[in-house]
């Protein structure tokens, strides 16, 4: 059965955000994931994080791949648009989705299969493109679904379950997404929801394609020694460059912060992101020197997590390709078919 359906029991008492919903209205079917998978803490992250930003489930679509983590969005949102498209084709389907209807938040949730391997060329594209949406790689450096062969993140030296030894370079998705032009870069742990909920939270409010690279165990798989994407490697070796808070444009401003060590970042809808500062010198406004910086921290086998770059004035598709504002299934026949003076005027307007 890959389709069960939560049954309806809510407490009288549960919270409820601004527009009156609860936790409840953000969730989906029962996962069928194997119990203590990192996908599904993600899961439950983006349930937090949606219903923290009072979003109207209606409003958001959201679409992936094939595989574990591709399954995911059926354990959230069950109230949104979805589609499942085929293994590594997410990008593609929501960019067309997205220029269709401006009016929807667009979720595309993958795999390190799924993104970094098959689709790699549609998740560059995506990115270097401009697509206005929140791109989540659940990243646990097998193929889950497929019974954990070594995925292209897997890195050199790691080994599988049976113990055979990686001999591959990985591909970093964070690096290339930095590379390709992505407007907001983060790295995160599924078992950190405190820095995981207000990252997804930045990018849902980001415009422009925000990137999550979201480490997160395959406790079949890919969870022993051996491994560097396990819980206790991960928890071993995770590097926070800084801390996050996300804060609405209604919440009042906290200014308690001690000051030099928080940095501001007002994102085009009003809200912004605070982040305090970990790493010394760390500044997430400098696209080389979070590429310099995730290199070297690389190579002392460190994991850099957190907002790695951000980018609060960058513009997206639909301003480069100067679409109309309206989503097209709005379009009435008067605009669409403006009739044969206004042919004639715009075949003039190109001899
Ligand atoms: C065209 C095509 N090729 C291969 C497959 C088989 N397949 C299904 S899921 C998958 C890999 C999934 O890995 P990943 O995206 O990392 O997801 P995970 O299961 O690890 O979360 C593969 C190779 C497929 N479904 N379609
Ligand atoms: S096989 Fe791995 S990735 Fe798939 S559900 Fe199980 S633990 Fe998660
Ligand atoms: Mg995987």
Known sequence: MTYLAKPKLLRADAPRNTLGYTRRDYEGAISTLCAGCGHDSISAAVVQACFDLDIEPHKVAKLSGIGCSSKTPDYF???SHGFNTTHGRMPSVLTGAALANRDLTYLGVSGDGDSASIGIGQFAHAMRRGV?????????????LTKGQFSATADKGSKNKRGVVNNDT?????????????????RSFSGDKEQLIPLIKGALRHRGPAFIDVISPCVTFNNH?????????????????????????????????????????????????HLRKLATD??????????????????????????????????????????????????????????????????????
Do not use: W
Not at 236 to 259: G, K, S, W
Not at 300 to 329: C, F, M, Q, W
């Open 77 to 79: 949102l069950g109230a």
């Open 132 to 144: 206005n949406m929140t791109y989540i790689v659940e990243n646990n450096g097998v193929y889950g």
């Open 170 to 186: 990985p591909i970093d998705l964070v690096a290339l997404a930095l590379q390709l032009g992505a407007s907001y870069v983060a």
């Open 225 to 273: 020694a051996g491994s560097t994407k396990s819980y206790d490697y991960v928890r071993e070796h995770n590097e926070a460059v800084n801390r996050l808070d996300f804060i609405l444009p209604r919440d009042q401003i906290n200014t308690a912060y001690p000051p030099g060590s928080l940095r501001r970042v007002v994102q085009h809808d009003g809200s912004i992101l």
């Open 282 to 351: 760390y500044d997430p406004s400098d696209r080389v020197g979070a590429m310099n910086h995730l290199q070297e921290r690389h190579a002392l086998g460190e994991i850099v997590t957190g907002l790695l770059y951000v980018d609060s004035s960058a513009e997206e598709l639909h301003r480069y390709l100067n679409t109309v504002e309206k989503p097209l299934n709005q379009l009435r026949d008067a605009y669409l078919c403006p009739g044969s003076k206004a042919l004639e005027a715009l075949n003039a307007s190109l001899r």
